[in-house]
C-alpha cells in the first residue's frame, strides 16, 4: 500500500483564492517533500521539510508538518492559473529502506481564471 | 544538460512480448527509481538503486527486472509483458539518500 494520501483529491479554486491540500502518511520519516506534476509531464520538486521542523516557506508556498499526527499540508496562497496542476507528497523513512521514496495518490488542483 | 533522460517515450506491445525502458542521466547522482504512474494511483515504487552494481525491490517490483551496470544508466525490463503493465513509467535520481528527486519525462507504455 502507499505510504501517503492526499486530501482532497481534486480542488477547484478562483484565481486568487488560498489552496489547500493536506498529506496522511504511516510510517516515521527523516523529511517530506512536495512535488508538482503538470499535465503529462514529470514530477518538479517544490519543498522538502524535515521531521524536526514544523513549517517551512517558499516563496508563496507554506508546509507544516506534525509528526505526533503524521500528517503535513501545503498552502498556495493567492493562486494563479499556472498553479493549476496535480501535487503529491512524498516521504523516506527512517528505517527499512531508508532510501526509499514513496509517494502519495496526490491533489488535482484547478485554478479558475 | 539533460538532466533524465527517459527512451522511449512511447512504445506499445502485444502481451507476452519483452522491452526495456532506459533512463540516463548526466547528473552524476548515486540514487535512481523507477516509478509507474496509473489514474488515481499516484507514484508507485517499482525498484530503485543506491549505485552502480545494486539494485532493490520497491512497493510493485514483480513483472519487472533492472540493472544498474553503469552509474549513469538505470534499466528496467519487461520480460514478458501484460496488459496490466500499461502505465507511464518514471525514472528519477537524486544525489544521497535524503533531499530532491529529479525526474524524468516519462514513458508511456501500452501493452495489447
Known amino acids: 500500500s502507499q505510504q501517503g494520501e492526499e486530501d482532497p483529491q481534486a480542488l477547484s479554486i478562483q484565481e486568487g483564492e488560498n489552496a489547500t491540500m493536506n498529506c496522511s502518511y504511516k510510517?516515521?520519516?527523516?523529511?517530506l517533500q512536495w512535488y508538482r506534476q503538470n499535465s503529462g509531464r514529470g514530477l518538479v520538486h517544490l519543498i522538502l521539510i524535515r521531521s524536526n521542523e514544523r513549517e517551512k516557506h517558499s516563496g508563496r508556498l507554506r508546509v507544516t508538518l506534525d509528526t505526533s499526527k503524521k500528517s503535513s499540508s501545503l498552502l498556495i496562497t493567492a493562486s494563479r492559473a499556472a498553479d493549476t496542476a496535480s501535487y503529491f507528497c512524498a516521504t523516506g523513512p527512517t528505517s527499512g529502506g531508508y532510501q526509499k521514496v514513496t509517494f502519495g495518490t496526490g491533489t488535482k488542483l484547478q485554478v479558475i481564471p | 544538460n539533460a538532466g533524465v533522460t527517459q527512451t522511449p517515450k512511447f512504445r506499445v506491445l502485444k502481451t507476452g512480448q519483452s522491452m526495456t525502458l532506459l533512463c540516463a542521466q548526466d547528473?552524476?547522482?548515486?540514487?535512481m527509481y523507477w516509478y509507474r504512474q496509473d489514474p488515481g494511483m499516484g507514484l508507485r515504487l517499482i525498484h530503485y538503486?543506491?549505485?552502480?552494481?545494486?539494485?532493490a525491490k520497491g512497493e510493485v517490483p514483480d513483472g519487472y527486472n533492472v540493472s544498474r551496470l553503469k552509474k549513469q544508466n538505470f534499466l528496467l525490463g519487461l520480460e514478458s509483458a501484460a496488459p496490466s503493465q500499461t502505465s507511464v513509467y518514471f525514472c528519477?535520481?537524486?544525489?544521497?539518500?535524503?533531499?530532491?528527486?529529479?525526474f524524468g519525462e516519462g514513458s508511456r507504455l501500452t501493452v495489447l
Open positions: 510510517t516515521s520519516i527523516n523529511n
Open positions: 528519477a535520481n537524486r544525489q544521497g539518500a535524503s533531499g530532491e528527486l529529479f
Open positions: 538503486s543506491v549505485g552502480e552494481g545494486t539494485t
Open positions: 547528473m552524476n547522482h548515486e540514487y
